[in-house]
Structure formats: structure tokens, C-alpha cells
């Protein structure tokens, strides 16, 4: 277990998941996974992704803002992406990215950008919030700005600063194309906003034929085939019963947030609609994954067509992650030939290797299709075996957890 971060779970400071990562340059990613170094985390795709382009943003400065503080302001803004006319809780967190605090007070000068995914959204609306950044207590509103992305351009646009009383002052922010911002000489930012409170327990009840609604998410473009619909944890008993990789969730931090950022991919596993139990019982595990809010980080070998993936867990809540992989080894390995008792179905192996030796393995295998369509016969097998003893004390249901907007 190696530190993987400073402050407390409840600091204010804490640096985001996806953020920590990119700041281990010593993180191991193997020769095998397509990398010839021990490397940090890579910026976002700044490409194409199964043909849909992301767009470029960058917030600039701030200018005459109130103070936060008697003595000053420490200001940093906050900026979410997503439909037009949307509130911001309804914006998905999980792709919010929170620039650093500036020592400029009023007038501060951030600079700084990123490549934001628009798949899936009609109208995307560029939502921007600034805070003063405190030691203590909650860091207090400055003031927020909304505009439609196609209305940005690479000219800075002034948009003014509402939402409250003594709210004053403006944000300077461009959009476009993803080569405006290596014109601009700008290096794509990945401080994601700070991870949201695990939300609430719901019930799905899978035996009931006549529900057709999917309350997780659904794994969409931009990511790879391989990575989409959503996957069937096989023969976990009471345990994980189903697994999604879609996005972009609520809990922030860089989870779930539907797409890649570079070769990497995080989920939490008591996370927003991505996670599920077969059983409600206080098992250890499950207390276990939300008191140290556990992270499952994926390396995968290849962003557009993946086929093999390590696993580095995060335990949040304590700061550390596991990346000695001679001692226990967390691995995903996609079977391109499939399997005969899944005809249509994507299947991953997952190998579990203590000291070097295979200890355990199972199954990932997809049983509902980017679609939101249930593959056959996977998914009957999947409820088949869900709805047995086996599966725990409540057959024909799953637990997950669900961030309320």
C-alpha cells in the first residue's frame, strides 16, 4: 500500500482521484499494457473516439470579483458541461474539473483547459462556478455563469458572475475545436471536482419480466465496444452481481465519467448506478467498499481497442493505493473469440494472482448491450442465477446506489 494523497476524507483540499494519479509518476504500468515506462496519467483523449469529437474549453481569468474573506480571497472555479437549461446538480459531476486556487484574489488568472466529452448531449451548455477556497468550513459561492459551447469561440468571451447577493464580477472563457488548446499553449487539466457522498441504497428487482426500465447506467460511445452495455460479475454468491463502466455518474472525482482519459478508467464501487449487490445484508465487503469508499482503477493497454486492463484499487478514505502487483495482481483479459455458452456476449476474464499464482478468477460477461437491450441467453442465465439461493437471502433483486439530483 503506497500514501496516495494528503488530508483527511472530509478536507476540502483533497486532490481528486484522477489528479493523485497523474501525480505518481512512479504508478507501474506494464510493459505488457502497451507502455515502455513507469508513466503518470495522460490527459484526455484529445482525438476522435469512435467518431465523436470532444470539445475544447478554457477558462481564463476572473475579473473584479467580491472577496471571499475579510482578509482576502484564495478564488478557483468549478466547471460542469452538460444540457442546456439544466440546473447544476443536474450536470454530471463525474466530468466537473475544478481548476487550482489563485493568489490573485479578485483578478485571478487560472488558465487553464481541457477536452470535454459532449456525446449524448443535444445542447451542451458550459456551466462555470468560482469559489473562495477555505481552510475551514465550507468554501464560500462567488458567483456562477452559464453559456451554450457552440456560442464559444477561441475569442475570450466575458460572461458575468450571478447567483447571490454581493455576487459581482466576470469570467473570461473560450471554446472550439481541441487544437485551440495546444495553440494556446495550454495543457489539458485533469483536477476533476471533488468526489460527491455515497447516495442511497435502491432495489432493482430483475425476476419481475414485465420491467423493462435499466435504473443503472448504460456503458455508451465514447468508449470502446468492449467496454460497453453493462457486465454480469459471474458466480459472486451474495456478492457483486452486475458492473458498469457507462458515465458520466454523479460521483465526481473522475469516476464513471464515460469516457477514457488516456488509456485510464475509474470506477467507485459504491458509486453512483455503476455497482451492484446481490444481497442487502451487511456483508463485510460491502461495509468495507463504502467505509473506505474503494476505487477501481483501470489501466487498459489500448483506448480504442482494448484487450487487456490492471486493476489498482483506492481505498479514498484512508489514501492509499495498491500497486504492488507481485504481492496480490488484479487483471482483466478480454476473450476475443467469446464464449460458446454466451454466444453475443463480450466476456473479460478476471484473474486474481497472489505471489505470481492464479488464485481466483471468474467472469465479466456483458448481458445488456450499449442499447439498453438484454442479451440472450446471458441474461437469462444472469437472472437464473441471481434468483437461486446461491445468489444470498433475496433472490430476483439487486442492491446498487443512486446519487439523488
Known sequence: LRPFGSGGPSSARRTSTASQL??????????????????????????????????????????????????????YCVVRVGEAGTTWDAKPRSVGRRGSPSSEKTNPVWNFGFAAE???IAQPEVHVRVYDADIVGDDDFLGEAKILLGSLSDAQAELPLSGGEGVKGSVFVSGGAVEMLAQSGIKPWVGYEDVAPIGGQKVWNIADASSTAIPMLVGTAPLPPAMRGIFWLGNQQKGSALVSLGGPSRDGGGCS??????????????????WSYADDREERFVNFTRDVDLV??????NAQNPKKCQI?????????????????????HLKEEGDEQ?????????????????VYEYALIQVIDENGNR??????????????TVAGNTPGKIFYREIEV
Open 22 to 75: 497523474r501525480r505518481l509518476p512512479d504508478l507501474p504500468i506494464p510493459d505488457a499494457m502497451g507502455c515502455t515506462c513507469c508513466c503518470p496519467l495522460p490527459g484526455p483523449n484529445d482525438g476522435p473516439v469512435h467518431g465523436i469529437k470532444p470539445r475544447a474549453i478554457i477558462v481564463w481569468r476572473g475579473a473584479n470579483l467580491k472577496h471571499g474573506d475579510i482578509i482576502g480571497s484564495d478564488p
Open 118 to 120: 459532449t456525446a449524448g
Open 257 to 274: 465519467n464515460g469516457h477514457l482519459v488516456g488509456n485510464f478508467y475509474s470506477v467507485r464501487v459504491s458509486g453512483d448506478r455503476v
Open 296 to 301: 477501481y482503477h483501470f489501466a487498459f493497454d
Open 312 to 332: 489498482y484499487p483506492e481505498m479514498r478514505r484512508v489514501d492509499l493505493v495498491w500497486v504492488s502487483e507481485w504481492l496480490l495482481d488484479f487483471e482483466m
Open 342 to 358: 454466451y454466444p453475443g456476449s463480450v466476456i473479460w476474464r478476471r484473474p486474481n494472482f497472489t505471489l505470481g499464482q492464479n
Open 375 to 388: 442479451i440472450q441467453p446471458a441474461w437469462d442465465k444472469f437472472v437464473e442465477y441471481q434468483s437461486s
